[in-house]
């Protein structure tokens, strides 16, 4: 009977930990969220302005103006012909409906077993702070990941290679930063994926090219620089340098505390690129390819709480990979603080520190399972294709499978 009692505490304790977890979420979504300018008017009004002929990209005032890609802008401009109270219902909608497609595709690639553990996981995601702010403010995360989850299903998965590249394409046309993960591709000299990659990428970009012109796209690619080269004092800006200018005292426009942050940005893409190249490395690309995710999440001038969306996926790969691996712990670590970052920012104005130790905390572990080539994981997927194929499509020989 003792024995018994002895086997039920670890449940005992699941239930509390689980009203944090969801009490969080619920704290988000009606004490906080209601604060925020709804994102999906500034996204309509750039759509409207595209149709008229006007840049759409004017007046820039981060966090005030469109600044992604005019790929998406159609869907804006279609959008805003409706009622607004019915655009933004539909477009709740559609992305609820990306994101549980996400969570599918990252089923269907981790294949994990149907265990209690496993369900539990991909259930907290439903609750995953980073999507209530998503789906609230009208964001675009949600296709881009769907498309980096699409794209990461494709490594080392022949069969995948034309949905993988789809996915890319999308992600990139929608935050253009993703464009990044192209590289380990281009390194591996992985030419039909690149080819469809650039084949869907022209495909979604003719949609706006035929309905709006050039204009938007160059309008775009003047307004780069200054994307690259601008900052954000809002607190809500996650970025390392908004918790280092509360410690000193400072604003983000101090020079030591801009300077640390291009130095943190050009040591994390660092990091990423030597990973990449570094031949004594592990081989797999899938691992290079989530820690670019989470590089490319964290490196930005501009990283809002919604943009950890895109750190679903390095955690799901932790959690469900390592499940008796002191790597799952990170894993637990990085979406503990994710999720409760907000909250203790709101409730007690506090920068977002802790949100910083998470996505270091994910960012050491991914550089963990890409450098240690004795760590051992559950296998996930096995690749689709003849050993032969498998031999050739590897990282050393840097030759894209026949």
């Not at 925020?36 to 103006?65: C, E, H, M, W």
């Not at 160059?218 to 340098?241: A, E, H, K, M």
């Not at 296998?379 to 050393?396: C, H, I, K, M, T």
Request: proline letters at 6%.
């Amino acid at each position: 009977m003792e024995k018994s009692r002895l086997a039920l505490n670890p449940y005992l304790l699941l239930v509390p930990l689980l009203l944090v977890y969801i009490g969080s979420a619920v704290y988000i979504q009606y004490l906080l969220n209601p604060t925020f300018y709804i994102d999906q008017r500034i996204y309509q009004d750039a759509g409207a302005k595209a149709v008229l002929g006007q840049n759409p990209y004017l007046p820039f005032s981060i966090p005030a103006t469109y600044v992604y890609p005019p790929a998406i802008l159609p869907l804006f401009a279609g959008l805003n012909m409706l009622p607004f109270d019915l655009a933004r219902i539909i477009w709740i909608d559609i992305n609820i409906l990306v994101y549980l497609s996400s969570l599918l595709v990252s089923w269907l690639w981790l294949k994990p077993a149907a265990s209690f553990r496993n369900l539990l996981i991909f259930g907290l995601m439903l609750f995953y702070g980073p999507l209530f702010e998503n789906i609230t403010i009208g964001q675009v995360d949600c296709l881009v990941l769907l498309g980096l989850v699409l794209f990461v299903r494709s490594a080392g998965q022949p069969r995948y290679r034309a949905l993988g590249g789809l996915g890319l394409a999308l992600a990139t046309l929608i935050k253009f930063t993703p464009g990044m993960l192209l590289i380990a591709l281009l390194w591996q000299c992985r030419w039909r994926s690149i080819g469809y990659v650039v084949l869907f990428g022209l495909v979604l970009a003719s949609v706006s090219l035929l309905m709006f012109g050039a204009g938007p796209w160059w309008d775009y690619f003047q307004l780069v620089p200054r994307l690259i080269t601008s900052g954000s004092s809002d607190p809500n800006n996650q970025r390392i340098t908004t918790s280092l200018a509360w410690f000193l005292n400072s604003s983000e426009a101090n020079e030591t505390v801009r300077l640390v942050g291009s130095l943190f940005s050009v040591l994390m893409v660092s990091a990423w690129l030597v990973t990449l190249v570094w031949p004594r490395r592990k081989p797999e690309l899938e691992p290079v390819l989530l820690l670019g995710i989470v590089v490319l999440t964290i490196s930005s001038s501009l990283i809002w709480y919604h943009h950890f969306l895109f750190l679903i996926i390095p955690l799901l790969y932790l959690l469900v990979k390592y499940e008796q691996h002191w790597l799952a712990w990170i894993g637990w670590g990085g979406l503990a603080a994710i999720q409760l970052d907000r909250v203790v920012e709101h409730a007690f104005r506090w920068p977002p520190v802790i949100t910083v130790a998470g996505y270091l905390l994910l960012f050491g572990g991914m550089l963990v399972v890409n450098w240690l080539p004795g760590l051992k994981g559950r296998e996930l997927n096995q690749p689709d294709y003849s050993p032969a194929e498998s031999a050739r499509s590897g990282f050393n020989s840097r030759k894209e499978a026949a």
